[in-house]
């Protein structure tokens, strides 16, 4: 079975600011790695992913993670936010030994940007 | 790009009641997903199906059901519907294969009274 820990549930952040978002899983197989994000009343969309190769990924919007193998970690950095980042952070895992491509979320950290 | 809906942005059901969620999703995905978004437990997978008339339970499948007749579609059904029901709904699907990311749909906020 696989879990995932966000461990901060809020964090606030000033505009131009850099911000890092924790994620640390468990699992006894290996797994593919997710960020997804949800701006308010929305649905989730994906932010980035880490399958396989260079273990930092980044995304169109100047989010990057990197994965940690030995620390179980894929934290999410931001070296200067915008108030549009305003928004809930999903971690998430999928076990590569199955095909069904279940994720397993973490409980969600809310990015506060303010100005 | 790939869409998914979702019947009803918000509903109202009493206890007891027979509920039916339904999700479409238009890019011909093999996979469809149901969760539970609750705040501090993030999202939990109920039920999942990776083909036409095919279904598996996830991790919190009881008080609830699922059908699946076409494969576009894919609905979640509360039998008897009760107040710890009362959660966000949330539909996705996947294409199956190496890409791995599941599009959401905008979610379904259910209120059991």
């Known amino acids: 079975a696989q879990s995932v820990t966000q461990l901060d549930s809020q964090v606030p952040v000033f505009e131009e600011a850099p911000v890092e978002l924790r994620c640390n899983y468990s699992?006894?197989?290996?797994?593919?790695l997710f960020w997804y994000v949800q701006y308010p009343n929305q649905g989730l969309q994906l932010l980035l992913k880490y399958l396989s190769g260079s273990t930092l990924v980044e995304s169109i919007n100047g989010f990057e993670a990197e994965f940690n193998k030995s620390q179980t970690s894929f934290h999410l950095r931001k070296p200067s936010v915008h108030i549009s980042d305003t928004a809930e952070y999903f971690c998430?895992?999928?076990?590569?030994?199955?095909?069904?491509?279940?994720?397993?979320f973490g409980t969600g950290t809310r990015l506060l940007v303010s100005p | 790009d790939v869409k998914v809906t979702q019947s009803s942005r918000y509903l109202v059901k009493r206890t007891g009641e027979k509920v039916f969620l339904e999700c479409v999703q238009d890019m011909d995905h093999e996979n469809m997903f149901w969760y539970r978004q609750d705040p501090g437990l993030g999202l939990r997978l109920i039920y999942f199906?990776?083909?036409?008339?095919?279904?598996e339970k996830g991790d919190i499948p009881e008080g609830y059901s699922v059908s699946r007749e076409k494969k576009e579609r894919f609905s979640l059904i509360l039998e008897s519907a009760s107040t710890n029901q009362t959660s966000m709904y949330l539909c996705a699907s996947s294409s199956g294969g190496s890409n791995y990311e599941q599009y959401f749909g905008p979610g379904t906020r259910l209120t059991v009274t």
């Open positions: 199906s990776y083909d036409v008339k095919m279904k």
């Open positions: 699992s006894s197989v290996s797994v593919y």
């Open positions: 998430a895992v999928s076990p590569m030994n199955t095909g069904f491509q279940k994720l397993v």
